[in-house]
């Protein structure tokens, strides 16, 4: 619960900051226009999770790869993320190891909507599922009735799906390069039961508490469709 | 924008620093015994389960013994190992002549660990009857979690 807090007060922060922020540098006397909806794409945005890079670099017990899409749309971000996770716990008479692939789906309101350079900050939700992934656990028993062996077990294909509701950052840096964070508050993990009970679910991370707090950086490059037309509301 | 950047990345590390904050907690929900609760079957009241012994064929160890007799609540430990665990009750019935009875239940268990520091543990689920000589029985918790809590109800 203490973390919850602390995610809520980091996202009030971020909001309080970042508004703060574009709110002083907004171009006096823009032009009264009406943002009416228009399906079609600013820009799309693909981005490479380099916290993942540096995991799967100095970790030898992880290796982790992340992918995002984002499509701009009107006043919202329509979010694609792909992954994989490979995580090995080794201690004294005890290895568990998981592996897996996931995506995730899910749309961001993006409060930058205006922006003319498509930096973003968003808050926004997320499907997320793994979509297949295998656990293994070996270890040792000792029971003081029925005497000790070795426990090894190795379920594949198995799949899990939660949620997560997201909010973060896109800024652009260079001509079409953005780099930025994406935090996550997953929640709501749903999976199989099987003879191993998951200890770290791919896309999702460990599975000892009920809900999860995750950062990723990105660097982005986007491809634009188009000029941003948008302005702010205040300005109409 | 380069304020801009340095805010965002200062609340993106505030919040990984607090999200990674890590409470060890190495307690488990797990147990691995069954418990089994007796009633009348003429009055429906918990009774004292009255046996003289209770053991796995096999094995050497008395899970109950006569001093256990007047317990309302035994608690049978079953084979990590296995799937499925026989248990012979041996005892007076109510006419005081020796009486014996089998049961063989079947579980499923899990394997799963608390956390790396803490190590492993085993849950055991579903836990059913395969088959008994006694005349009702019924698994009213099919999750061996709480010493306290009745898995089985026998009646008899």
Redesign the interface.
């Known amino acids: 619960m203490r973390r919850t807090y602390l995610f809520i007060i980091s996202l009030f922060l971020a909001a309080q900051l970042l508004a703060q922020n574009e709110q002083d540098q907004l171009p006096q006397g823009a032009p009264k226009k009406i943002n009416k909806f228009d399906i079609r794409p600013y820009g799309l945005r693909l981005g490479v999770d380099i916290s993942d890079i540096g995991v799967s670099l100095f970790d030898d017990d992880r290796t982790r790869y992340g992918i995002n899409l984002d499509l701009d749309i009107h006043k919202y971000l329509f979010q694609i993320d792909g992954g994989y996770a490979r995580s090995t716990y080794t201690e004294e008479d005890l290895i568990y190891r998981s592996e897996g692939v996931f995506y995730r789906v899910g749309i961001d309101y993006n409060f930058m909507y205006f922006n003319e350079q498509a930096s973003a900050i968003f808050l926004g939700a997320r499907y997320a599922n793994a979509v297949t992934y295998d656990d293994e656990i070996a270890f040792v028993l000792g029971d003081p009735i029925f005497g000790s062996e070795i426990i090894r077990s190795e379920v594949e294909n198995r799949s899990a799906n939660w949620l997560e509701i997201t909010t973060g950052i896109k800024a652009r840096v260079l001509e079409n390069i953005f780099i930025g964070f994406t935090a996550r508050y997953k929640f709501r993990r749903r999976g199989n039961r099987d003879q191993i009970v998951t200890f770290d679910l791919p896309g999702f991370g460990r599975t000892d508490r009920m809900a999860n707090l995750g950062l990723n950086y990105y660097v982005y490059y986007r491809l634009p469709f188009r000029k941003k037309d948008l302005i702010r509301p205040d300005r109409n | 924008?380069k304020?801009?950047?340095l805010?965002?990345?200062l609340?993106?590390i505030?919040?990984?620093t607090?999200?990674?904050?890590d409470d060890t907690d190495c307690s488990t929900s797990s147990i691995?015994f069954i418990s089994l609760s007796f009633i009348d079957s003429g009055t429906f009241e918990v009774r004292q389960s009255n046996f003289d012994s209770v053991f796995a064929p096999g094995?050497d160890?008395l899970f109950v013994t006569q001093a256990d007799s007047l317990d309302t609540l035994i608690l049978l430990?079953v084979?990590?190992?296995e799937t499925e665990a026989t248990y012979v009750f041996v005892g007076p019935d109510r006419n005081e002549e020796i009486r014996i009875d089998t049961v063989v239940f079947s579980y499923?268990?899990?394997?799963?660990?608390?956390?790396?520091?803490c190590?492993?543990t085993?849950?055991f689920?579903d836990l059913d009857t395969i088959s008994t000589t006694f005349d009702s029985l019924v698994v009213v918790q099919p999750r061996l979690r709480d010493f306290n809590a009745t898995n089985v109800l026998i009646y008899n």
């Open positions: 924008m304020d801009f950047l805010k965002g990345i609340v993106g505030l919040i990984f607090f999200g990674c904050r691995n094995f160890t430990p084979n990590p190992f499923f268990p899990r394997q799963g660990i608390i956390t790396p520091e190590g492993p085993q849950f689920d």
